[in-house]
């Protein structure tokens, strides 16, 4: 088991190398605009309303309880990372997702000379973007459905925060493997199911780029260096196992 996951771990490593190859930059500088656009507006708001609202909360504070204010900061930061580094996540995929599936073919091109899924055009973008906001409106849904449930054992020590971690971690790894997979014409029920065959890979994988989604900076490279690390991971690992699909023209 833990070979798997440092084994997915590597592959992340694997997509920032490959990030600066030739054919593959030119389509990393969209989502790394979106990545550093959404989560540098996320941090700032998120900081913003934390301010906000324990002002307005201890106005309601008998003066002997100031020293409440040291328990509010970190209960609204703990719940301010969540949103951010989850919510803004998928915001910023679903912001990115048109460019993501192109940054999937062009690492799968550098890595194996060939690609499955027909080339993509900038006019073809308007046909696509339709499928591409149903398909991301599906994982969601699906994070969602299972999150909210989860959300209420985050404050149950050790346990809750444990079992969120790899929950995210599993959501990382569950977004980031639709674009390669996606291209080859796989639907996410499809998706989930070649990676729990491999779940402590898929995990591995999922918690370096949870990690790397958390450090200032680096944060900005994590969604595109996550895209091309599961195209790696899935042509590595995972397609000999999948269905043999490729994406039509719409």
Not at 2 to 8: D, F, I, N, P, Y
Not at 32 to 42: K, R
Not at 193 to 221: D, Q
Request: hydrophobic share 55%; glycine share 8%.
């Amino acid at each position: 088991m833990l070979s798997e996951l440092l084994a997915g771990a590597r592959y992340l490593l694997q997509g920032i190398r490959l990030l600066w190859r030739p054919r593959v930059r030119t389509f990393v500088l969209v989502p790394l605009a979106i990545s550093a656009i959404v989560f540098t507006g996320g941090i700032w708001l998120t900081g913003h309303w934390i301010g906000v609202l324990t002002e307005q909360m201890m106005q309601h504070v008998p003066q002997w309880m100031a020293w409440l204010r040291y328990l509010i900061w970190p209960l609204f930061a703990l719940l301010a990372l969540v949103v951010v580094f989850f919510g803004f996540n998928l915001v910023a995929n679903l912001a990115g997702a048109p460019f993501n599936g192109w940054l999937a073919e062009a690492v799968e091109l550098q890595l194996t000379g060939t690609t499955q899924s027909p080339p993509m055009t900038w006019q073809q973008l308007p046909a696509e973007i339709g499928a591409i906001l149903r398909a991301e409106l599906r994982k969601i849904l699906y994070f969602a459905f299972w999150s909210i449930p989860l959300l209420l054992l985050l404050f149950i020590p050790v346990f809750g925060p444990a079992l969120w971690f790899l929950w995210g971690a599993w959501t990382f790894a569950c977004n980031y493997a639709d674009y390669p997979m996606g291209n080859h014409g796989m639907k996410f029920p499809e998706q989930r199911r070649l990676l729990a065959g491999r779940r402590s890979l898929a995990i591995g994988f999922g918690i370096a780029s949870l990690l790397m989604t958390l450090v200032p900076l680096l944060n900005f490279l994590a969604m595109p260096a996550s895209v091309a690390g599961m195209t790696a991971l899935y042509l590595a690992e995972l397609r000999a196992s999948g269905p043999a699909q490729t994406r039509t023209e719409p």
